[in-house]
Each structure stands twice: as structure tokens, then as C-alpha cells.
């Protein structure tokens, strides 16, 4: 698990007790934002697997940052974390291509744990797929030749 990167973007004692027990899951490629602006620009300049984001941050809600992230990459996998919710923010994040959405606060960091990798499961899934979609396209384009 340790080739993934993961952006946690939630307060500073959430986000650090959720890197803690990332960490000792075996994930060492973490970083934490409690600044939500800080955090989109972090994604400019550096690839995120998986993001762990709060709706609910300063300047920018989760459906902001969760569409600016898609847009930045599209096979981020986001998770979006939140105290309260309506079916309504749900629905928006599964249709901007949210992964998984949990709500706060954790019964455990289980939970977490579980959402993470099966959104490295996906990706791993994702990129078997890519793959092997390059794979036929360059035999077809070499039996053209």
C-alpha cells in the first residue's frame, strides 16, 4: 500500500489521527490539509490516489473540491467525509464520481481503512483495464503496419 498517495483534507486533530492510523496500516505517502485552498493546490503540482476530504471546510464546501479534483484527475479516488448530510449532497458527490461517503463521526478507523483500499482496489482494477486496452490497441495498430 506504501505507492499510494493520500491526501487527507479535514482539521488539523482529525487529520492527524487519521495519518496515524494510516501510517500504522502501512501507508507512508500522507499528506494533511486543513486548508481547503491549500489542498487544490497541492493537487496542481502533485498526483493524489485517494482523497479523504470533510464537506463541510472553510472557503470551499466538498462539492467544490470534489469537482475542481475530478477535474485535476479523474481517477482520484475521492472519499468524502461529513457530520451531516441530505440525500441531495450524497447523490451530487456520487454523481461527480465520489467513491465513498462516510459519515462523522468514525465508529472506528476501520471504516476509513475499508473505504481507502477499496479505492485502491479500483484503481488497481482501473489500471489492469488501461492496460490491457493499450496492449490490444498497439497489436491491432501493429498488424495494420
Not at 441530505?86 to 465513498?100: F, K, P, Q, W
Request: with cysteine.
Amino acid at each position: 500500500m506504501s505507492g499510494y498517495s493520500i491526501m487527507i483534507m479535514d482539521d488539523e486533530a482529525t487529520a492527524e489521527a487519521l495519518r496515524t492510523a494510516l501510517k500504522s496500516a502501512g501507508f507512508n505517502q500522507i499528506d494533511c490539509f486543513s486548508d481547503p485552498v491549500k489542498a487544490m493546490a497541492a493537487f496542481e503540482t502533485r498526483k493524489y490516489h485517494v482523497l479523504l476530504a470533510d464537506m463541510d471546510m472553510p472557503e470551499l464546501d466538498g462539492i467544490e473540491v470534489l469537482s475542481k479534483v475530478k477535474k485535476y484527475d479523474p481517477m482520484t479516488q475521492a472519499i468524502m467525509t461529513t457530520t451531516s448530510s441530505s440525500i441531495d449532497r450524497i447523490l451530487i458527490c456520487l454523481e461527480l464520481g465520489a467513491s465513498d461517503y462516510i459519515l462523522k463521526p468514525y465508529l472506528n478507523d476501520t471504516i476509513v481503512l475499508e473505504a481507502i483500499e477499496a479505492s485502491i482496489k479500483k484503481l488497481e482494477r482501473w489500471r489492469t483495464t488501461i492496460q490491457g486496452a493499450v496492449l490490444k490497441q498497439s497489436e491491432a495498430n501493429q498488424e495494420k503496419t
